[in-house]
């Protein structure tokens, strides 16, 4: 009797001493749209909540966080390029965060993350060679690899090739062309 009563409720079958449960939910299941402000409310816990307090500036530095648990980018490897840790004696306000034991003992720390500070030039030069010279050496090899395509198909036209000879627009023509330099500091 109870296989088959387990079988008829499997089935949607069971008599009427249960509810619908999909009758039930369907206010909420079908009532998911979201007004904006809540949309941006949304947005903001998400993006702007921080679970790291905001490092204070030091003149003639650049603070920052950095991850212990990242092996492509380790500490080490940041220090060896100019960073030093921010004990956690030298910012009164953070003593409480002082890393107890370990490698990075005496350092300001949360969870996987330790403070760090980098000499402001250096800060600059990093950012302008990884966010200014780089990118701008990548643009301009897609315009060259761009002007060379063109070449190509002007080629083949000529020898009566079907390809007509692609038309480089603004945008491509303005690639690799230098511009002001951003400034990277927090100022």
């Not at 206010?27 to 949304?42: A, G, H, T, W």
């Not at 648990?69 to 940041?78: A, I, K, L, Y």
Request: hydrophobic share 35%; aromatic share 6%.
């Amino acid at each position: 009797m109870a296989k088959r009563e387990n079988l008829k409720r499997a089935r949607g079958e069971a008599s009427g001493s249960r509810r619908d449960r999909r009758s039930e939910d369907r206010q909420i299941r079908e009532n998911r749209e979201l007004s904006d402000s809540e949309r941006v409310d949304m947005l903001r816990r998400t993006f702007f909540q921080s679970a790291l307090p905001d490092l204070p500036k030091i003149d003639g530095w650049h603070t920052c966080w950095l991850t212990t648990q990242n092996p492509r980018d380790p500490v080490h490897g940041r220090m060896r390029l100019g960073y030093e840790l921010l004990q956690a004696h030298e910012i009164p306000e953070f003593e409480h965060m002082g890393i107890k034991d370990g490698p990075y003992k005496g350092a300001i720390g949360v969870n996987e993350m330790v403070a760090a500070k980098l000499p402001q030039h250096l800060y600059e030069a990093f950012m302008r060679e990884v966010h200014y010279e780089a990118p701008l050496a990548e643009e301009e090899q897609i315009y060259n690899d761009a002007l060379a395509t063109g070449e190509q198909a002007a080629q083949a036209a000529k020898r009566g090739g079907r390809m007509k000879a692609p038309i480089i627009e603004t945008g491509t023509q303005e690639l690799g062309q230098p511009r002001a330099v951003p400034t990277f500091s927090d100022d």
